[in-house]
């Protein structure tokens, strides 16, 4: 096509490729995220209604695709033109859905679920956001989208097997952890600055959660089962939030006694690989004794776990009701107050020793919690004090670690459980032991 402008010719290619071509790459990326959502939303809701009548359905895989595309192409001029082109979209792309549920209701008298409608809007949404410069969270938001959509029977499921107490735990857990939390300042009060009340909060959610965790495993798996699931997945995070909730198991349900002490022996078993690992990491001096000391601990940890598992075993069935309250607030309060108070005096002693009280700094820091003196020991190792004394403040860390974790078995559970997991300690102690010296 030529036209005449200014007094000269010019030549006017296909306008739909030169739209094409200005696009940025960064906008055809976010467009194809937002079909791909689209599609991906699609193959589930397709897949579920994949034996009705072609025609019958009111949303599949084709039309999923096209809205997540619509989304996103709605999304690139509300770029351009405001926010009121995104609710135009928003609002025409829900009335579409709602004529085509009522077209299927007048051929069908049942009750139409408004899932399939809800899932159009969420993925225009997804359209909009992967368009809008989001792309990455919007193909992974498709993907959650879709497993939830995919879950129902698992969901419905779990939904009937809940009953008011679940109910009240999980938001008051939810609570604590969502709403509290972020509200909590996160920074030093008191003397010394040395009380955080975002972290010392933090150790409620942490306590909370572990109790409520190993009681949902144990409803879902059994007691044998779930409670070393606990264990080895808690020393992960906290092995003495773990032993927390676990005594507190053992009091309301004494038969589970054993296993729960095999679950607190798997968790203090990776609680010492973890923190054998990060002392290595960060003091490669310290391999020589270290690694064969971690090692012996972990192999005697993991055996007196799996004895104690074989003794208790599934003859250890709680009966009906033991777990009758698997959030209890109070108990991880007192214990954040414990630890707010190890805390003022581990650093008032600091401030009066100066670095030359590292290793009461480290059994006092071990009491609360063995990460942090385990991390300052090994930054001193090699410079400024020698392998074995920063080797001796680890064990006194981890030594006074457990000595915590033996209270808090004998106060919240009982005293045959403090010595169950005494025994194993003892012994993982006694190796860890010979085979450091067996270096020297």
């Known amino acids: 096509m030529r036209r005449i402008k200014a007094g000269r010719l010019s030549f006017r290619s296909n306008p739909p490729m030169d739209m094409l ?62 926010a009121a082109v995104l609710a135009a979209g ?23 679920s408004m899932t399939t409608a809800v899932a159009g809007l969420v993925t225009f949404g997804l359209g909009a ?24 029977p698992q969901l419905h499921a779990g939904l009937r097997a809940m009953d008011r107490r679940d ?3 999980a938001l008051q857990l939810l609570l604590v952890s969502l709403v509290v939390l972020p509200l909590l300042p996160d920074r030093g009060f008191g003397p010394y600055e040395a009380l955080n009340p975002y972290r010392l909060w933090w150790l409620v959610v942490l306590v909370s959660a572990a109790s409520f965790a190993g009681y949902v495993a144990i409803r879902l798996i059994g007691a044998a089962r779930g ?33 729960a002490a095999a679950g607190v022996l798997a968790a203090t078993t990776v609680m010492t690989a973890r923190i054998g690992i990060l002392a290595s990491v960060l003091a490669p001096a310290l391999l020589p004794a270290l690694v064969p000391a971690v090692m012996a601990a972990t192999l005697v940890g993991l055996a007196a776990s799996f004895i104690l598992l074989r003794r208790g075993g599934a003859a250890e069935v709680p009966t009906a009701g033991a777990f ?5 607030l109070k108990v991880a309060i007192q214990y954040a107050a414990l630890v707010g108070a190890v805390i003022l005096l581990g650093r008032a002693m600091r401030e009066w020793l100066g670095d030359e009280g590292l290793l009461l700094v480290s059994a006092v820091g071990g009491l609360i919690d063995v990460d942090a003196p385990v991390i300052a020991a090994a930054g001193f190792a090699g410079g400024e004090v020698a392998a074995t004394v920063s080797l001796t403040a680890i064990a006194l860390a981890v030594a006074a670690n457990s000595i915590t974790k033996i209270g808090l078995l004998a106060a919240y559970g009982d005293v045959r459980l403090a010595a169950q997991v005494g025994a194993g300690y003892a012994a993982m102690a006694g190796t860890a032991a010979v085979a450091a010296l067996a270096i020297f």
Do not use: C
């Open 129 to 152: 956001v992967a368009a809008g410069g989001r792309p990455e969270s919007a193909a992974a938001a498709a993907v959650v989208v879709a497993l939830l959509l995919g879950l129902k």
């Open 21 to 82: 071509t200005a696009l940025p790459l960064d906008d055809l990326f976010g467009l194809a995220v937002a079909l791909a959502a689209g599609l991906i939303v699609g193959l589930e809701r397709g897949w579920k209604e994949r034996g009705a009548a072609e025609g019958s359905r009111v949303a599949g895989l084709r039309t999923f695709g096209l809205i997540g595309l619509a989304g996103g192409i709605v999304g690139l001029l509300a770029r351009e033109h405001g």
């Open 324 to 328: 009758a309250n698997p959030f209890e």
């Open 90 to 112: 928003m609002i025409a792309t829900g009335a579409l859905i709602g004529i085509g549920y009522w077209i299927e209701h007048q051929r069908d008298d049942r009750d139409v």
């Open 227 to 259: 409670i070393v699931a606990l264990g080895f997945l808690g020393g992960l995070v906290s092995s003495t939030a773990v032993s927390l909730a676990l005594a507190r198991s053992v009091r309301t349900a004494p038969a589970i006694r054993t296993t």
């Open 167 to 169: 109910l009240s735990a």
